[in-house]
């Protein structure tokens, strides 16, 4: 086989069946959900899929007022399509890097704009970050994740994981601030000197604080949050 042929590229690139269950790393950027039932999934993320498969936006009050509510503030990131059928299924969120993630009986809080898929039997519900949104040139909220079963998430490059014990907190910058266990609740602080240096406009001034015991994910970039509304 010739390199740089048509049929050794076709090899190289080719999808794999790795048997690694419902959700399976095609690649480090690209999902493949083996699909036999129904998930939920980021709007907009499907690339391709093989089968039978529907798919169908989220219905208006399908989770009940209190949801509805918060993703009426929270805007576009918030928002989930049903997949339903039986296939493979191939999602990707501008080529950001997957991670899989399983729930044993636990709690996980993720940006809304890094939840790339769950499973359906996942409780899961809008969690409104008030006070940093009202600081924050864009809105930032998050989504709490609960009980057993498979997600993806996604962050631009490498994730890193950093631990929290109750003598060693951790502050993050909450745009580059992905996921944190369920465990933490995060305050929110303003760091005088970093608004003075970098101007009353920079994010960098608003820092996010954990303590207790935990983890905190964060990647190395921050990300740029429109407010409701915008696109």
Known sequence: MNRYSIDD???????????EGLFEMESERLLEVNLDGMVWTKQGSMVAYRG???????KILEHGIGKLLKKTVTGEGARLTKAEGRGALYLADA?????????????IFVNGNDLLAFEDGINWDIKLMRKVT??????????????????AITTHYDPLTLIVTPDSPVITDPNATVAWSGTLEPQFRTDVSLKTFFGRGSGESIQMKFEGDGF??????????LQAGQS
Request: proline share 2%; aromatic share 8%; net charge negative.
């Open 95 to 107: 080529g950001k890097k997957v991670s899989i993630l399983t729930l044993e009986n636990e709690a």
């Open 9 to 19: 590229f076709i090899t190289r690139t080719a999808q794999q069946d790795r048997g």
């Open 134 to 151: 009202a600081m924050l040139a864009g809105g930032l909220f998050n989504v709490r994740l609960e009980g057993n079963g498979m997600i």
């Open 216 to 225: 905190v994910v964060i990647q190395p970039y921050e990300e740029v949050y």
């Open 52 to 58: 039978e498969i529907r798919f169908e936006r989220e």
